[in-house]
């Protein structure tokens, strides 16, 4: 999630091979055998030797020690008396750990990070690369420095500098390709915070780079290395104050909620950007329907880095490798052992509680007590935009800011969120007056081409910037509204449509909206939109997914998702191939916020079908916008009686839940629309689409059961009336601001209207 710089690899600086070669000759390993959270390991054992788990005289599994002699033993019970017999082990016992059971302050003080690469054991005994990284010119005895964290999977702890390759960019010649430059998409923490005047500590992830360990993704293991990465970070004499914050976008953005959620006790805040709150329905199966588009390339991309260095891996694990680093060398001793979730993903199509339930931030969320900072877009074409389902578990918290727009993946930097996140990380983690340098200000517009290939608003001083104290500031900060929606993100400038910012905004107390209602909006003859109930009637169409390209930006058109205008392919309906219904023409702009439910009442020809609901706006031109999707497998049609509401359907996705549809007879299928925040203006209309999944998103593409043979028909009206349910905002409007020119608006592609072959 984001994009990662592509390093190409060259000769390493002479100071580094020299560092490299200085390290002391490793022995040959002895057998290790420990326990994790809810796991176990081994390391040096005989390549090829049988294992045998026991506890307490049990046994409970076996294995064979992999080519390095190393062995993982999964989902494990916390305890004493576990033991590992054979491939040399002397059966030493051990504990596996439970959730929560967190190292004493002692454990952490003892550790000393100096600047530049660390390598620091955490609970169960695996090393973690952290990269400090200072101001420009700072040394730690500059020091106490405000401190953030950015923990990440991606090429985040490389010790190189980020700084001098963009800059070189900016200033017109190409990024460098120092195979040590930790990759664009951790900006955030080895980039922006340094220049804001934070010391970062860059974490790598468990089974990545130079890190020890197996990478399984947001096991246990990896979200309590979190922990001990925060408390690690705050016990450190150069950190201001004894605490630290997180930042970071995707990636980075999403290990903030999981780390957050174990509670390390000198966290003081997280600043979490573009995020996913579920590994199943949000991106591995939205509506129970495998993502094989950018879903299952990330996850391939992420195995494709758990492999060991040099034959495999990150460039700067390969690049230290070979230039003698015994510690990353020795870290990657587990790599064989890495969880392969490609293949977990494709043995799990149903919601497996014991694979993803601790997998999902969603179950994190709830948690968080300390102070939250959130970005996010619906429209994102990596993560999407379910996230918005979980922040409602934030209610507890009285420290949550949130600001919700439409966009991509990158627009969680934007200008209209840039100054608010510096004045929260200054306020909370700094303890100073929120101030954003001149430097950033004036460079913000290059930056943002680089970042983004996009112009945007200019980043604005804070209004906070003159206060006289920390403490009037804070009260002051205090005093913004805790939800922004941020509207018509790409038609602030006019005459630069996709422009990054936001025309305008409107501001809440608390999510979910107080002030949203259900409205109903009923499914009618001729494809009309209504909100009267109609007479009996029928529609029918062919499931066919061929009916249109797969993704609107396919292949290598991808990159260009945030870009201000891509060249998106937003085909529209195939005839016979899905049904519209299009309400009449708006009196009064219609806000709305929040998910929605297309309720149909459906029969098929077929046992299982897979429906994609695409809403959208037609506008008094001519021009339709996309707004949002939702999609369901029929089979998973079973939703939580108690989670469920009018506005919002949740379906288990459990396997015992599945059900073909009933043979030639009308059964209600609920199929959730993710959240959005949107103004239909005055003089358009609102657009509802039927049809088979793909053709609506730039990176996703689904692994549908249709192929075109499926008729499906909806009921239309009387006894069974399928209907839409939208969440407006009573007494909201779009502030007089004019509707955006035709494909302004960033992650809403826009095409000609063209009716459906059932009129609407």
Known sequence: MGRASSNAKRSLPLAVLAAALLLPAAAHPAVVTRGSVGEAYVTGAKAGAKLTLTRDGRRLATGTADRFGSKIFYELRPGSGYRVTGGGSSGRPFAVMGKGANPKASFFKRIRLKEGLNYVKVRDGVELAMT??????????????????????????????????????IGGGSAASDPLVPASSTAVGSLIAPLLGFATVSV??????????????????TTYDGYDAVETAAAQPWVKGGKVGMVGISFSGITQLFTAGTRPPHLAAITPMSVTDDTYSATGYPGGIF????????????????????????????????AGDRNCRANQRLRLQTRDAVKLSRENPYRTPSLYDERAAAAWIGKIKAPVFLVGQYQDEQT???????????????????????????????????????????????????????????????????????????????????SPSVAQ??????????????????????????????????????????????????????????????????????????GRPA?????????????????????????????????????????????????????????????QVTLSEVRPDGQETYVQNGWLRASHRKLYPKRSTALNPV??????????????????????????????????????????????????????IDDGKAVNTVSLGGAQPSKLVLPVIAGDDAKGTPLPPAGALRGQPGRAYRAASNGG
């Open 132 to 169: 400090v990284r200072l101001p420009a010119g700072k040394k730690l005895t500059d020091g106490p420095f405000p401190t953030v964290i950015e923990y990440s999977g991606y090429q985040v702890a490389a010790p190189g500098n980020l700084l001098s390759s963009v800059a070189g960019a």
């Open 204 to 221: 790598q992830m468990r089974g990545s780079g130079c890190s020890g360990g197996a990478f399984d993704l947001f096991g246990l293991p």
């Open 291 to 322: 993502n094989k588009g950018f879903a299952l390339s990330w996850i391939r991309e992420r195995m494709d880095d758990a492999r060991p260095a040099p034959e495999g891996g990150q460039p700067w694990a390969k690049a230290l490798v070979k």
């Open 384 to 466: 999407g935009g379910h996230f918005v389902e979980s922040l409602g578990e934030l209610k507890g918290n009285p420290d949550v800011w949130l600001s919700l727009q439409n966009g991509v993946h990158a627009d969680s930097l934007g200008p209209s969120t840039i100054t608010e996140w510096v004045e929260f990380l200054k306020l909370f983690v700094a303890d100073e007056v929120p101030s954003i340098p001149s430097s950033i200000r004036g460079l913000s517009g290059e930056l943002y081409r680089y970042l983004a290939d996009a112009p945007a608003l200019p980043v604005q001083q804070s209004k906070l910037a003159d």
């Open 473 to 546: 500031a804070m009260a002051a900060f205090r005093r913004y509204p805790r939800v922004r929606l941020l509207m018509d993100n790409g038609a602030a400038i006019p005459g630069s449509p996709g422009a990054i910012g936001a025309a305008w905004e409107l501001t809440h107390g608390a999510w979910p909206i107080a002030e949203t209602a259900s409205t109903t909006m009923y499914l009618g003859d001729g494809g009309a939109l209504t909100p009267n109930l109609p007479a009996s009637g029928s529609a029918s169409y062919t499931a066919d997914p061929a």
């Open 551 to 611: 993704q609107t930006l396919p292949g290598s058109g991808a990159e260009d998702a945030w870009k201000a205008q891509p060249p998106y392919n937003w085909a529209p309906l195939a005839a016979g191939k899905g049904l519209g219904f299009t309400g009449p023409v708006l009196e009064r702009d219609l806000v709305i916020a929040g998910p929605s439910s297309l309720d149909l009442w459906v029969k098929s020809t077929a046992k299982d079908t897979d429906f």
């Open 651 to 704: 379906p288990t996705h459990l396997k015992q839940d599945a059900a073909p549809l009933p043979a030639g007879q009308f059964t209600l299928v609920r199929v959730p629309v993710f959240p959005v925040a949107h103004a239909f203006r005055v003089g358009s209309r609102i657009r509802v689409t039927v049809e088979a999944a793909g053709g609506d998103r730039p990176r996703w593409d689904f692994a549908t």
